[in-house]
């Protein structure tokens, strides 16, 4: 019992063609959507690790203002004012960067350097300066 092989070609090769491309299509689609959902945990989970950093940033600013403050009354007048002035910046800084999110942050930097252009400029470039001398060391 010998059996002969007879090739199966497709009747339509058109209908084929169709099949791969649409197979094809909701594969790629199928990689674009988790593709898409990974990159939104990424973000979130981006968000999520940055406001824990600002609150702790916010802690912190608020401990350093009080122990200025403290620090200052035992001092003289002169030097009480100065840091009792500090420790209210920080303070000011401390609630503000607990009342605003990164994308208001970023806002109101943007703002600044649009009114102030030039100092920001000068701003940035002592920043980098000074960012870039830290590095090196």
Do not use: C, W
């Not at 898409?36 to 802690?59: G, H, L, Y």
């Not at 970023?106 to 001398?133: C, H, K, T, W």
Request: hydrophobic share 40%.
């Amino acid at each position: 019992m010998s059996r002969e092989f007879t090739p199966q070609y497709p009747k339509d090769p058109m209908n084929t063609v169709k099949d791969a491309a649409s197979e094809m299509k909701d594969r790629v689609s199928d990689f674009a959507s988790e593709a898409r959902e990974k990159a939104s945990q990424m973000a979130d989970s981006v968000a999520e690790t940055a406001n824990r950093s600002r609150e702790k940033a916010a802690q912190g600013l608020h401990k350093a203002a009080a122990a200025i403050d403290k620090a200052g009354q035992i001092s003289s007048a002169r030097a009480s004012d100065a840091a009792h002035k500090v420790a209210q910046g920080l303070d000011s800084t401390a609630s503000y960067v607990e009342g605003h999110g990164l994308p208001e942050m970023g806002e109101d930097v943007m703002n600044i350097f649009r009114r102030y252009p030039a100092q920001a400029i000068l701003g940035s470039l002592a920043l980098g300066f000074l960012f870039g001398r830290a590095l090196k060391r």
